[in-house]
């Protein structure tokens, strides 16, 4: 790849470089989480999708339809924490039930109000498996035909997942120039925050949003062995205390690359879209730790903009 496909470079407080490529390549020094599928793949999926005239997000009826903070929603990854919190998360109206994680919730008998899936590659069927008619699938326009075929039978709900390579021009050649699009960050769970956003919800509580390994678990249930090795390097990573300056020996994470990508474009979402939102989180980990952190930081002092430039995390 070269240097002239970066589109964004992000310092990290240590020095590292995280680099953004075109076709959605993020890439932390030898850290790096790669699109499966080209950008020029799923423009060619947008425009088979298109005409099959699926109802948009922005049409259902609680779109952008401000829900009151007394309103929550649940916002469910895959987590090793979300297998401690199932009985908390019974106790919500409204789940979004991001990425691989449907068919887990399933499985505890839980059916979320929607479902978010952005990864055009096919294999993503595998993780739909439990389907249920009352579920609400929002599928981005960019999926592989396959997977709107797979669920002809339910809720089929398409949206734009808007990134830093998509084609406004040949876009609004198919849908004029008022489409919606949703922008977000390097994993589906970032994009849910800004759905839940979209669908009117200020008081968001996180579920499985670890960003960072249990043990040897990256999930609450078992993936893969082709999914286990494409994991990479795995990294450690030492938060420090809310009331010092160095890292931690005690606040010690374990991630591979697109946990650490997640947790930093998290850090960086919520300290320009914060003031849209309230998280609360179940579970810890790795995001939780950082959102504290900052959240501390914001309310002691003053000069918190330079500060936050500092070192919030050490990752060996």
Sequence with gaps: MQSSDVIDEIKTPQGRLIKVYKDNYVKLEEVSTDAATSSKITFENIKKNLPLKLPKIEKLPEYRKIKGHDVPIAIVGGGPSLKNHIDELKGFRTILACGSVH?????????PTYAAICDPDPVSINYYRNLHTEVKYL?????????LEHFKDYQRILWHCHSADFNVDEIEKLEGTDYHAISGGCTVGLRGINICIMLGYTNIHFFGFDSCMDEEQCHAYAVSAK????????????????????????RVFKCVGYQLAQAYAFR??????GRLFTPTFHGD???SGMWELIVHILGVDDQSDAKLTRELIHVS
């Design 103 to 111: 068919d887990y919730l399933r499985s505890q008998d839980i059916v």
């Design 227 to 250: 999914e286990r090795k494409d994991f990479g390097r795995l990294f450690e990573v030492k938060l420090r205390e809310l009331d010092s300056e160095g890292p931690s020996e005690k």
């Design 285 to 287: 980990g790795l995001m």
């Design 139 to 147: 599928l981005a326009t960019s999926v592989d035909v396959t997977l």
């Design 268 to 273: 960086d979402y919520y300290l320009n879209f």
